[in-house]
């Protein structure tokens, strides 16, 4: 990190700014050694600037000519047409960036809850974290929680207050507000001067200006306090003028270990700060080298042992985004842990892990035939990509998000990260007989791009179900079938229920065909009665003096369950029950197991016929996790939506987690409707408890 700080440090912020070093616009940025990357994700609310910081530090490098627009879509970050549409960041991009001999991979990460999927993929191709956020608006419940989550796994981070340019900006306010939400190690480095004509350093002591003199005592005893050196507190409490050196040092492993925060003033529209930004990720970030791999096992799940940072180890490389391009193909954003990736290599790919959203287990053999490093949507060709780099692969077959890619000859599966639980249930259907097949088709292109995505073809309503964060992740993921050229139409989510017998009753079923030849002939008679709820189905014979010949009562049985399937009243299957068969008569030529089957069935229908049938519904149980002061409010939501809360427990992280039973028909929306309840901090998660009776 530069030691001058000086507001002349920030004059010069742009494509002619004399630190930065510019790259050759449209060229491959490579890396030669992992000890000169820094992976760096920007996260925060959606709005607070993250893609405009992004495309700012490439025109003040000079790897775009100039700045792109949000709203015009020309931004680097945001080029997928959901995107552009919705005017907000859908998926994670890659922009990397030089600044002197370090290649900086700028990670830009959506904000928006329905796309927490790609906001994690884009964490774990980084080694840091940069959040951005407005000096204008309070912070979001949504940022606070994603700092715990990277809080724990110890991941750097660093605070970018943005659009300081605004009329309504005040830095010393959001200072406040940063502190509050994420903690007192939270401290900034620089302060903006007057009318934001640069920055000032606080730590260096280039200025005696009263705000700088209260702002520099705090930055340096936090400093300290994360010093190795225990002998500076002492000194600077007796007074000693602590070298500015060691100060620097300490504050940038400090930084790199993830206990120290500093907070940097920015402005991607006027260029302040990005030197000063530039110079804290080179020089305080961490490197891929002082980051731990994750962990890796055997294809037959024994254990390896750890992976190294190391361009010479062996491969060992995970796809974090997947997209489908109508030219090149499958195109999978792939972060290299461990060894080198090259062109024309064979490689093995492997996925675990997610056949319950429709990705089963994987393992196939393919040659890498086109590496890239990325700029956004844009690819430049690149020969290899070493451990701690991230790169671009076309034309892979099989590969899809959260698989491992290693050596053909030395397999290896990486731990995948933690996938969010899609739990809004959307139902589609073609809008023709051949839109049908063509939906069949594109939906697996899909799917195989975002792991938070759910297929599931419902067995009872035989509906087609896409299980999504939320509305705004549904739009994304319609948008990308109908590009593929699907018609398609949303259709309501029929609830699974279920049919019972209430009251006792009996059937006679009666199947006589005569038809010249062999006819048709059975008759039996049964009794149904209710079982307890989750009982399932009894049968049972007391067939008197052979009326009915044995190898016939299983034909019985059969038509009975064949009918349960199919419903006897409202066309959902039929559960506890106790069917007994009592009576019935056969004929020496025309009774077959066939017609037994159908007389079966038509004693069922007929024993409901007589009876009060009961519609049952389908129950979760929900555990629903929120700050305390959310309490109450959710409490009482659930009571509206008919759940009977069963229990609450503090949480270890802070908050509440409350238990509770509720009807999956009033669980269709609760994805979003919970986050708009506890403003994004709610989160929930269910699992099918039992069918109970529907309430008249």
């Known amino acids: 990190m530069s030691t001058k700080g000086t507001r002349e440090s920030a004059k010069g912020t742009g494509p002619g700014a004399p630190d930065p070093r510019r790259g050759e616009n449209g060229a491959a940025l490579a890396a030669n050694h992992p000890a000169g990357i820094r992976n760096v994700a920007l996260v925060g609310h959606s709005g607070a600037g993250k893609s405009l910081l992004v495309e700012a530090l490439l025109a003040a490098t000079g790897a775009i000519p100039r700045m792109g627009s949000i709203s015009d879509g020309t931004t680097v970050s945001d080029s997928d047409p959901s995107a552009i549409h919705q005017q907000r960041s859908v998926t994670m991009s890659v922009a990397p960036i030089m600044v002197g001999d370090i290649k900086i991979n700028l990670i830009d990460t959506p904000g928006y809850t329905d796309f927490t999927g790609e906001l994690r993929a884009g964490l774990r191709a980084a080694d840091a974290a ?53 903690g007192d190690s939270v401290l900034p ?114 254990s390896l042992k750890p992976l190294e940072c ?126 049908e097949d063509a939906l069949a088709k594109s939906i697996g292109k899909v799917a195989a791009a975002d792991p938070t995505l759910r297929l599931e073809r419902n067995q009872d309503t035989h509906q087609l179900i896409l299980w999504c964060m939320g509305e705004a992740h549904a739009e994304v993921v319609l948008d990308r079938l109908r590009n593929q050229g699907v018609k398609l139409q949303t259709v309501e989510v029929i609830t699974p229920l279920r049919e019972t017998f209430a009251t006792k009753a009996t059937g006679h079923g009666r199947h006589v065909k005569q038809s010249g030849g062999h ?21 049972a014979d007391k067939i008197v003096g052979g009326v009915i010949p044995g190898t016939f ?45 159908a007389a079966g069935a038509l004693a069922l229908r007929e024993a409901a016929a007589g009876a009060r049938i009961q519609l049952l519904e389908p129950v979760s149980t929900v555990v629903v996790s929120v700050p305390d002061h959310y309490v109450g409010s959710v409490m009482s939501d659930l009571s509206g939506r008919r759940g009977r809360v069963t229990g609450t427990i503090a949480e270890d992280t802070g908050g509440t987690e409350i238990s509770a039973e509720v009807p999956d028909q009033e669980l269709l929306r609760y994805a979003i409707e919970l986050r708009a309840l506890t403003a994004g901090t709610g989160r929930f998660r269910r699992s099918y408890l039992r069918h109970e009776p529907l309430p008249k």
């Not at 053999?365 to 990509?385: F, I, M, N, W």
């Not at 006819?519 to 049968?539: H, N, T, Y």
């Not at 006897?568 to 004929?587: C, E, M, N, Q, R």
Request: hydrophobic share 40%.
């Open 189 to 302: 480095l620089y302060l903006p001067a007057e009318g934001n004509a640069g920055l000032i350093g606080i730590i260096h002591g280039t200025s005696d200006e009263e705000s700088v003199e209260e702002a520099r005592g705090p930055l340096i005893e936090g400093i300290i306090a994360e010093s190795e050196d225990e002998t500076l507190m002492d000194r600077y409490l007796e007074g000693e003028e602590l070298p500015l050196a060691d100060l620097v040092r300490d504050l940038e492993t400090a930084v790199a270990r993830g206990s120290f925060f500093p907070v940097l003033p920015a402005s991607a529209e006027t260029g302040l700060g990005l030197a000063e930004l530039m110079s804290l990720i080179t020089d305080a970030l961490p490197s891929p080298l002082e980051r731990i791999p994750p962990a890796a096992m055997r294809l037959d799940g024994s």
């Open 553 to 597: 009562v299983g034909s019985v049985e059969k038509g009975v369950r064949s009918q349960m399937l199919k419903g006897v009243s409202a066309g959902f299957p039929v559960v506890d029950i106790k069917v007994t068969l009592v009576g019935g008569k056969t004929h020496s030529v025309d009774s077959s197991d066939a017609a037994f089957q």
């Open 519 to 539: 006819g048709q002939f059975a008759i039996c008679d049964i009794e149904v009665e209710p079982l307890a709820r989750g009982e399932g189905f009894s049968f």
């Open 130 to 182: 940069l959040f951005v956020v407005s000096a204008v608006e309070a912070i979001d419940g949504a940022t606070v929680a994603l700092w715990g989550e990277c809080q724990s796994i110890r991941m750097p981070r660093a605070v970018v207050l943005s659009k300081l340019d605004h009329p309504r900006a005040d830095f010393s306010a959001a200072v406040v507000r940063c502190r509050e939400a994420f």
């Open 310 to 435: 190391d361009p010479t180890a062996r491969l060992a490389a995970e796809v974090v985004r997947t997209t489908v391009d109508p030219f090149l193909g499958r195109v999978c954003l792939v972060r290299v842990f461990s060894g080198t990736l090259r062109e024309d290599s064979s490689i093995h790919i492997g996925g675990r892990g997610l056949a319950d959203r429709g990705h089963e287990d994987h393992d196939a053999d393919e040659r890498v035939t086109h590496l890239y490093s990325p700029v956004g949507s844009s690819l430049k060709a690149v020969p290899q990509c070493i451990a701690g780099d991230i790169c671009a692969i076309s034309k892979l077959a099989n590969a899809e998000t959260g698989d491992s890619i290693s050596d053909r000859e030395a397999p290896l599966l990486i731990e995948t990260w933690n996938m969010p639980e899609p739990l809004m249930p959307i139902a589609i259907e073609g809008a023709s007989r051949s839109d």
